[in-house]
């Protein structure tokens, strides 16, 4: 019998750590001693590298590292179940396929763990394991599949000692499980496995997972492509799987890069400069296959990127970086209307609980909702989080599924649901109050945000010189001038200061005299320049790819618009921009910080100025690298530039930096980049019945089919729903559609968008009454027109700052960015 | 004819208007009153999208069960006849209340309804399809339709091996759309109406067969719900595609999902192809009457199912 409750770890009725750490001196010496099977005592290395640290950003480094807050059940229900997703992590995951970790899914693998069978690893085979890597903790971890009350090692978190009663909600809500063998990548038993049925499904093999992810064959026609036995919610795997914020920002070190980067130590791992070689959105696509509409909407991204507004499902492609957290203290601040829940004592009587709302049981932990002007920094690509860093950082954890059935799903859509009368048609507001209410892993984290903070503040630039391991950075100074000419960096110097620090510094002008370089008073190691102002541009001014700028999260109504400021949400839209859309804040970036830049190619919000890089693993069904070039005519390019081999080292990485310059410093010599559709997508809206007399009687055979080469970013970014609510209203209600359209068409546009519904009406639906809805060009061209909420193609653009300085110049400029 | 036959044929014309009577009454109470429960306003007018003003919103869930928790006292107003005379939205509103309670153990009676006021699942699907595709699809769901009123009795669940089997009468003209009728598997279900009080039982057919496990509600995303699903269900025993192939993942693709309402009654959502199309209940009498008075009393119920952290601690 399922047991609900114990979803959850139980509490430790005695926690002699939290005890102790109250009494004598003497006594918190000997508890520290003897506590913690957290992530800090289950690996030698990670507490090696975080015993610099403070007490408070050790623990906020630990649940960066590794907590999930409950997302565990997100990616293996909801995700799938009611999001539509499909992960295979096994295919990801596998002991077996250890070797592609970072070749193939750019995850970066845990020195820790190990592949059953191999010398000094304590599982000795596979079936112990049920086919994944062992990783400190699975000892305990494994008797627990199967069972309920596994003692999560969260539950052995060392807080900060706490001034006064701690108020804090149990560290086992942080739900930190054990490694999957990829950092960021947590397991967890799964309490409902039946591990006899899993034999059944399995071949009696409990390594195997061919049963449960196996090709599906009664079908001819779905087999694989179109629908998925991991779909089959009634079978149980061993582990659920969560994901920790490390998935993402975990990356090598750039100054310390291992050896072998599919064997890194710890060493040379780091928990928040980005993983620039991830490949996240091909995880949450992995189940798929290519035929699937979710895979060509998931599984369009390049290395280093993800879509994290995807899930949400704003239907704007615009996929961004993992950007490094560094120097973050001097991050610039901007002020703004905000609204937001801040700590109070108490509430006043009667205060109505969505206005100020104390935790039962905890005396003078309150929360008080109200408006102020404060001084934030522009967080995200297009400055949208801006209620403050904790908050932002919070949001992070909703990004990747925590708490996502206590107070997340219900303001999603559901990609199907197209009757705009329903629940779950489109987005609605998250709700922060409610969530704090309602899920205790968002108390957990909340109540060690001053943590993760503090140990945000810890991460620095990389400086070249060091990398290098020269001796100073005139050193460095002096090799550049080597390879570019004598006085490249000082004549670089002088025209970063002229060309480009009026965005990317947050000095103030005139920067004549600025060093660039300068470190703060106290700390030689806080560069005092963000090198960026964080202020909001137009998109159209700079030019780029519009996608992120173009994203709708934060405006009001949305599922984040409580953790946007007030003033972005009446901030009008970039006027320029050609979509059909209202205001509410779209179409601006923040300019952003070079710091390390040379550690960060490729450029722009969406890795695409530069050489495309690419991993080359041995598995090709997991290489996922597919051309982006196109010509003109957004076709594909015979012989496109071959994609850069993976490298981590110091050189590598200049490399790649100097490649990325030249091609944003020269504009006109960039080869387009545009993902097309390397499949086509079928999408089945009442499918044809395998059986044929019961399709006779009772099939509707409508499917939507988008040929292969149809770009992709044109199909992630189509407000699909309107267009079918706009097609409806055209034939029974004109009036209604022209009151959803006032203020955002004028006269003519409003002809064209009915005259363009009719004729979709008339030849597409009534007359040819099609089996398969093919996407005809001039069709597309009216859809497109005015349901896309992104009308830009072409991902490598703009940004042509610079284009006209000479060739040296340009040379001149590479090398001085390579210092900052 | 003698008095020994007299007696008989006044006593079956007895039985006979007392079965009418009663099956007029229970016509009667096919339209009954609204259930006095409370509801939060069916739209939230307080939110406007700024691109679409014709965005319908609703209240939240988590709002509307902190603020109007439904209590058993509510819950024991509900009938498998009074939730078909509310709207969509107030069905909602009731469901996303409910948690999934145990997972159901034999035969339950069903009962399907559509939005209140709304001619079924045609309207539906021709607006969501648009007229063209909605024309073309109109017959297949009107024959669909018709075959589920009529034909459809109810769910026989297997609870030990987690999965159930749609009741559906035994109707000869449906026997040339399946395999083979011989190999049926078949149950005693008592019979409604008049004929019931003359034979009490009646043979059905058990088709369809779904998996059972708990799983994510597609309307409401804060606990689980039973699912029954119709699409891995060829490895099942029985299976037999013809036509049970009609619900899985290669026709239309039905997901179902119940919460109970109290023991012995579940309301649930059944979609196709993550569409939804329509609401049904499932209803077994004994234990619902039965139970009916523990269940007031506070006696607690069994939750197979994740029943989420908001929980209904606010519900007395």
Not at chain 1, 117 to 122: A, D, F, L, R
Not at chain 1, 268 to 281: C, T, W
Request: aromatic share 10%; hydrophobic share 35%.
């Amino acid at each position: 019998m399922y047991c609900p409750i114990d979803d959850r770890p139980a509490s430790r009725p005695f926690r002699p750590a939290r005890l102790l750490s109250r009494s004598l001196p003497v006594v918190l010496f000997l508890a520290m001693a003897i506590t913690a099977k957290a992530q800090s005592s289950l690996s030698e290395g990670y507490a090696r590298e975080i015993a610099p640290l403070s007490a408070t950003e050790r623990v906020g480094s630990e649940v960066w590292f590794n907590a999930t807050a409950f997302n565990d059940r997100f990616f293996t229900y909801g995700f799938q179940q009611r999001v539509g997703g499909l992960i295979d992590w096994y295919g990801i995951l596998a002991a077996e396929k250890k070797k592609d970790i970072f070749q193939a899914w750019g995850g970066i693998p845990d020195p820790d763990c190990c592949v059953p069978g191999e010398p000094n690893c304590p599982a000795k085979s596979l079936s112990e394991t049920y086919g994944f890597q062992w990783c400190p903790g699975d000892d305990v971890l494994l008797k627990y599949i199967g069972k309920y009350g596994y003692p999560d090692p969260a539950c052995d978190l060392t807080d900060v000692p706490a001034q006064g009663a701690d108020q804090r909600q149990s560290a086992c809500d942080l739900h930190f499980g054990t490694s999957t063998g990829i950092l960021g990548l947590r397991k967890f038993p799964n309490p409902r496995f039946d591990r006899s049925a899993w034999l059944k499904l399995n071949g009696d093999k409990p390594e195997s997972w061919e049963g449960y992810r196996g090709a599906l064959n009664v079908f001819p026609t779905d087999a694989q492509n179109r629908t998925s036995r991991l779909f089959d919610g009634s079978i149980e795997p061993p582990y659920r799987i969560g994901m920790a914020c490390g998935a993402c920002h975990i990356g090598y070190k750039p100054d310390k890069p291992p050896a072998d980067p599919n064997h890194p130590a710890w060493e040379n791992i780091d928990g928040l400069v980005g993983n620039q070689y991830s490949r996240v959105s091909n995880i949450l696509g992995s189940g798929f296959g290519k035929h699937a509409l979710e895979w060509q909407l998931i599984a369009r991204a390049r290395p280093g990127i993800v879509d994290t507004s995807a899930l949400p499902m704003d239907y704007v492609s615009n996929p961004g970086t993992m950007n490094a957290i560094i120097n973050f203290k001097q991050r610039p601040l901007h002020e703004h209307e905000i609204l937001k829940w801040r700590r109070a004592a108490a509430c006043p009587a009667g205060t109505q609980a969505e206005k100020c709302w104390c935790e039962p049981g905890k005396l003078g932990k309150c929360w008080e909702r109200s408006t102020k002007k404060e001084l934030q920094p522009n967080i995200l690509k297009g400055g949208e989080d801006s209620i403050g860093i904790k908050e932002a950082i919070q949001r992070v954890y909703f990004n990747i599924g925590s708490c996502s059935e206590q107070c997340w799903l219900n303001h999603i859509p559901d990609l199907r649901a197209a009757d705009p009368k329903q629940r779950n048609y489109g987005q609605t507001p998250f709700d922060i109050g409610q969530c704090r209410r309602d899920c205790a892993s968002f108390r957990a984290i909340e109540d060690r945000l001053d943590d993760i903070e503090a140990f945000f503040f810890t991460a620095r630039p990389t400086d070249l010189w060091k990398a290098r391991g020269l001796a100073s950075p005139e050193a460095l100074e002096a090799e550049l001038d080597q390879q570019f000419f004598p006085g490249a960096v000082k004549r670089g110097r002088d025209i970063y200061a002229r060309q480009c620090a009026s965005c990317h510094s947050s000095g103030k002008p005139p920067f004549d005299n600025t060093d660039f370089r300068a470190t703060v008073p106290g700390d030689p190691t806080l560069r005092a320049d963000w090198l960026g102002n964080d202020e909001l541009e137009p998109a159209s001014e700079i030019g780029t790819y519009a996608g992120r700028s173009l994203h709708s999260n934060h405006m009001r109504t949305r599922v984040w618009e409580q953790y946007a400021a007030l003033d972005i949400h009446e901030r009008p839209r970039d006027p320029a921009r050609p979509e059909v859309m209202a205001g509410a804040g779209r179409g601006y970036y923040r300019n952003i910080s070079l710091l390390s830049a040379w550690a960060h190619a490729p450029f722009m919000h969406n890795n695409a100025i530069g050489p495309e890089i690419c991993g080359k693993p041995a598995d090709k069904q997991v290489d996922f690298y597919d051309s982006p070039y196109v010509d003109a005519e957004g076709k594909p390019i015979a012989s496109p530039p071959a994609c850069l081999s993976y490298d981590t080292s110091v050189a590598g990485r200049y490399q790649l930096y100097v490649a990325s310059m030249r091609d944003m410093l020269n504009p006109g010599k960039r080869i387009d980049k545009m993902h097309l559709l390397d499949d086509d997508i079928i999408i089945d809206i009442a499918p044809k019945l395998q059986n044929p007399e019961l399709n006779k009687l009772l099939g509707l055979e409508i499917s939507v089919r988008i040929p292969k080469g149809y770009p992709a970013l044109a199909i992630n970014s189509l407000r699909f729903k309107d267009l079918i609510q706009d097609t409806v209203l055209r034939r029974t209600d004109a009036q209604k559609l022209d009151e959803k359209y006032a203020g955002l068409l004028n006269a003519k546009q409003l002809a064209d968008l009915k005259d363009g519904l009719q004729r979709l009406i008339l030849d597409a639906i009534l007359k040819d009454r099609p089996t398969v809805l093919e996407l005809a060009a001039d069709r597309d061209r009216f859809v497109q027109r005015f349901y896309s909420n992104n009308l830009g193609r072409v991902e490598n653009s703009g940004h042509r700052f610079g284009e006209t300085l000479s060739d040296q110049d340009k040379d001149a400029l590479i090398a001085f960015v390579a210092t900052l | 004819m003698n008095m020994q036959n007299l007696l008989r044929a006044i006593a079956v014309i007895g039985v006979l208007l007392l079965g009418a009577g009663i099956y007029v009454c229970y016509t009667k109470h096919g339209t009954p009153e609204r259930p006095v429960i409370s509801f939060a306003p069916l739209t939230d007018g307080a939110l406007k999208d700024p691109d679409n003003p014709l965005k319908i919103f609703h209240v939240d869930f988590a709002k509307l069960e902190h603020d109007l928790p439904l209590s058993r006292a509510d819950r024991a107003k509900l009938t498998p006849e009074n939730l078909t005379v509310l709207s969509q939205e107030e069905i909602d509103q009731i469901y996303a209340r409910l948690t999934a309670g145990p997972v159901p153990d034999g035969f339950m009676r069903g009962n399907l309804f559509f939005e209140n006021g709304v001619d079924g699942l045609k309207s539906r699907l021709a607006e969501i399809l648009g007229g063209g595709l909605g024309t073309v699809a109109d017959a297949k769901i009107d024959t669909l339709e018709k075959l589920g009123r009529s034909m459809w009795k109810g769910k026989y669940f297997f609870r030990d091996e987690r999965v159930l089997r749609n009741v559906i009468e035994d109707f000869k003209p449906l026997e040339a759309l399946i395999e083979a009728p011989d190999r049926l598997q078949t149950v005693e279900i008592p019979r409604q109406g008049l004929l019931s009080y003359v034979s009490p039982n009646s043979t059905a057919w058990l088709l369809f067969p779904a998996k059972l496990y708990c799983g994510q509600s597609l309307v409401d995303g804060r606990r689980e719900s039973i699912i029954i699903d119709y699409a891995y269900t060829n490895d099942l025993p029985g299976y037999m595609e013809r036509p049970d192939a009609l619900a899985g993942r290669g026709g239309l693709a039905i997901r179902d999902e119940i919460r109970m309402v109290r023991p012995g009654f579940y309301l649930g959502r059944a979609y196709a192809n993550r569409i939804f199309l329509l609401n049904f209940t499932v209803y077994d009498a004994e234990t619902a009457e039965n139970g009916l008075q523990a269940f007031l009393d506070g006696k607690p119920v069994a939750e197979d199912c994740w029943a989420g952290e908001q929980g209904m601690a606010a519900a007395p």
